[in-house]
């Protein structure tokens, strides 16, 4: 017997949620969310979008409680969602392929977030090769206080292809065609952060444009060419 149309829904908003929530347990545990920081979203194929709600610890997500949006990104169903989700909807229609979302206030990316970005198209320098092929560029979006919609409208009106930033004084923000993409993306601008604030004052060995491009042909990540 076939499963009608609202019970495949439920079904898969189910599985979802459940991905939500040990996606919760793994940015936690990967030390990128202190507190009841951050958050994540994860977006059905008929567009239904799964965040968590204001306030809400990612470790110990309940799946019954998480905010559900409609594909206009309107709050349907669950608890109220967090006040980023306007930011979340923005990277979604950057990255129209891409079915999950990472905002995190992890220190080392909220440490780079302060200082003047390394170039227009990246905060951070191409300094490994796991940041290129799982990150790519990654652009400082200027402040705006946290939940604001300015955020949102700030990264649509970037031009080049991106899907991890940095918000200035704030996180981070990163996209991918899964859960575990998205979380891999966040944990390299970390690590590339990290990298970078060590680095800062000394000589550096970056990867150069040759190295680069190879990686994001092999990867299908994106860094543009600047001249600096």
Not at 21 to 38: C, E, F, I, R, Y
Not at 156 to 167: E, K, N, Q, R, T
Not at 173 to 193: K, M, Q
């Amino acid at each position: 017997m076939s499963l009608d149309l609202d019970t495949t829904v439920s079904i898969t908003r189910a599985s979802l949620a459940s991905d939500l929530v040990a996606a919760g347990v793994t940015v936690v545990a990967a030390g990128l969310s202190p507190g009841s920081s951050g958050n994540l979203s994860v977006r059905a194929t008929d567009g239904t979008i799964l965040i968590t709600p204001g306030g809400a610890v990612l470790g110990s997500l309940d799946a019954e409680r998480l905010a559900v949006l409609d594909a206009d990104g309107e709050w349907i169903g669950g608890d109220k969602p967090s006040k980023e989700a306007a930011l979340h909807l923005a990277l979604y229609r950057k990255n129209p392929e891409h079915r999950a979302i990472v905002h995190v206030h992890s220190p080392q990316a909220v440490a780079a977030s302060c200082l003047e970005p390394w170039a227009p198209n990246s905060a951070l320098p191409p300094i490994t090769p796991y940041f290129v092929m799982r990150a790519g560029q990654t652009p400082l979006v200027p402040y705006r206080a946290p939940g604001s919609p300015e955020l949102g409208e700030l990264l649509s009106g970037l031009s080049f292809p991106f899907h991890a930033a940095l918000l200035q004084n704030h996180g981070q923000l990163t996209s991918g065609r899964n859960l575990a993409d998205a979380i891999d993306a966040a944990v390299e601008v970390e690590e590339a952060s990290r990298i970078t604030l060590i680095t800062t004052g000394k000589e550096r060995r970056l990867l150069d444009e040759r190295e680069i491009a190879d990686l994001t042909e092999r990867y299908g990540s994106s860094w543009t060419p600047v001249n600096r």
